[in-house]
């Protein structure tokens, strides 16, 4: 399929990408009209946004169009679970080239699709302009079903600090990228494609999570959040993560330390949270730090010297 957007025109490209996109029960107006409408029964919900840029976010020589569908779901729905809530709907704003074709743009529903589905998430609406690069911005939507929302500004002293889900393997993706190469297959699907751990953030609340957040930016730097909004020391211990093999292999060949990837490496959107320290948690947590007195976060007891992860504009 070679048709371009500018071939196709802007409504007739919303209703292709739309009969691709199927509605759950709990949306009463969906796509078509001038905003959609959702039943909400626990009265509450989270909302969030975010932004995708190409070249900047993701590049579509490294990522397939059902790549970056995939990808702009679950950064979003990564934060709405993070606040202890189930996701329930998106939408998607979405401006590309004239000429890109419309086979790409199909594709990237597919993906939404794909990552949304089996969360029971529908895409209720959007929008579609011409712009010079692909650019996508996302609203999530998510009902706490009763529960408390989980913030950052909880965590307090002798907690303890869990994470769950993969850590370092997006970064370790990119770096592989960024050298040329194509495989460990295992780390450049990680960074395409986000394995968030979409049922730990309800979990986590019914735990009593004291504070939580995904990591997005870095596992440094998102604690950062969390200590500074809970006016907290955390402390990691840097033992208590296992290297992956595919990791550990990668980081040998480009001359990298895989602890670093883990510490500072971001868009795995691992879940990190704080809890009391008599909570018994599952094996999917592994507590990998402390709450303290204080500020900041250290590793071991001590600053770390290196950036403790992404920030734009930096």
Partial sequence: MNEKVADLGEFPLIAAITVRLPQGPTVLVGPGDDAAVLAVPGGRIVATTDLLVEHR???????SAVDVGHKAAAQNLA???????????????????????TEWVLGFA??????????????VGGDVVQADA????????????GRRAVTRA???????????????????GLRVLSRGFRSPRLLVQAHRRPAVPYDAGPEAATLGATAMCDVS?????????????????????????????????????LGAQPIHWVLTGGEDHALAATFDAAVALSERW???????????VTVDGVPYGDSPGHAHFR
């Fill in 286 to 296: 592994r507590v990998v730090g402390r709450v303290l007195d204080g500020d900041g």
């Fill in 110 to 123: 597919d993906g939404l699709r794909e990552e949304c589905e089996p969360l029971g998430v529908s895409v």
């Fill in 217 to 253: 930016d870095g596992l440094l730097a998102d604690l950062g959040h969390i200590a500074a909004a809970s006016q907290v020391r955390i402390d990691v211990d840097s033992a208590a993560f296992e290297i992956a093999g595919p990791m550990r292999d990668a980081a040998a060949a």
């Fill in 134 to 145: 692909v650019v996508i911005a996302v609203t999530a939507w998510g009902d706490l079903q």
């Fill in 79 to 101: 934060d709405v679970v993070a606040m202890g809530a189930a996701p329930t709907a998106l939408l998607v704003a979405l401006g590309v080239p004239a000429e890109l074709t």
């Fill in 154 to 172: 909880g965590a307090r002293a002798g907690d303890v600090v869990a994470v769950c889900g993969r850590l370092g393997w997006a970064e370790a």
């Fill in 57 to 63: 976010h993701f590049r579509r020589d490294w990522s």
